[in-house]
């Protein structure tokens, strides 16, 4: 359990409206992840980071913004929301280069009208 | 171009007995393999992983296996028991160096015990 945060838990939104989902983690680890859960798709990378301020896109980054300013947050901005972002968001940590096991937080599900 | 595939949506299982999950890849840069079990609204927890040096590893009553030449790995729940009533993912991730860690999942299976 890497004290993984997320808020919030859950948000419906109307589209074309802001959204920021954050994800606070409490045992300073250096890379964090944000993926999505849909059906049949399993678990799909946004976005990740691999120190404060250094982050990059992952395979469904379209549409999807990130900042890390301080370790322990990692901040997923959607910029203009859509009904295809309707879905599950996890944040993910990972202690350091010689770990390859992510710990993830509970989940945020977020519904897009 | 899903690059790791877990081609049962579901499995069902008698307490007990074996539960066998597959998983297959494309990638030959994948060297590390984990297994993720997943309960209703919550996020992932990982149970097992492996290394494309090996072909086994065990924990308890799990055992990933895998079979770099077939590009299969499989994860065998030995006894079965009902609380293992999850979706689980597999997943793969790439050399170190760039890759920073990313992962790549499956799409899950749903494996549900019978008591």
């Known amino acids: 359990d890497a004290g993984i945060t997320q808020s919030p838990r859950h948000k419906v939104t109307e589209t074309g409206t802001p959204v920021t989902l954050r994800c606070h983690q409490t045992e300073n680890h250096r890379y964090m992840y944000w993926y999505r859960q849909d059906p049949g798709h399993g678990l799909r990378l946004i976005h990740y980071s691999y120190g404060v301020k250094d982050t990059d896109k992952g395979e469904v980054s379209d549409g999807y913004s990130v900042s890390r300013s301080k370790t322990e947050d990692f901040l997923l901005t959607l910029e203009s929301a859509t009904s295809s972002q309707t879905s599950v968001y996890f944040c993910?940590?990972?202690?350091?280069?010689?770990?390859?096991?992510?710990?993830f937080g509970p989940g945020t599900r977020l519904t897009v009208t | 171009d899903q690059q790791v595939k877990q081609n049962s949506p579901s499995l069902s299982v008698q307490e007990g007995r074996i539960s066998i999950l597959n998983c297959d890849y494309t990638n030959s840069m994948f060297d590390y393999f984990l297994w993720y079990k997943k309960y209703p609204a919550e996020g992932p927890t990982f149970l097992i992983s492996?290394?494309?040096?090996?072909d086994k590893n065990e924990d308890g009553r799990f055992t990933v296996f895998l079979n770099k030449s077939a590009k299969h790995l499989s994860l065998h729940i030995v006894p079965s028991q009902p609380g293992d009533s999850a979706v689980y993912f597999c997943a793969a991730s790439g050399a170190g160096g760039t890759s920073y860690g990313k992962l790549t999942f499956g799409q899950g299976t749903i494996l549900t015990v019978h008591p």
């Open positions: 492996i290394s494309s040096i090996k």
């Open positions: 993910a940590t990972r202690t350091g280069p010689l770990s390859y096991e992510q710990y």
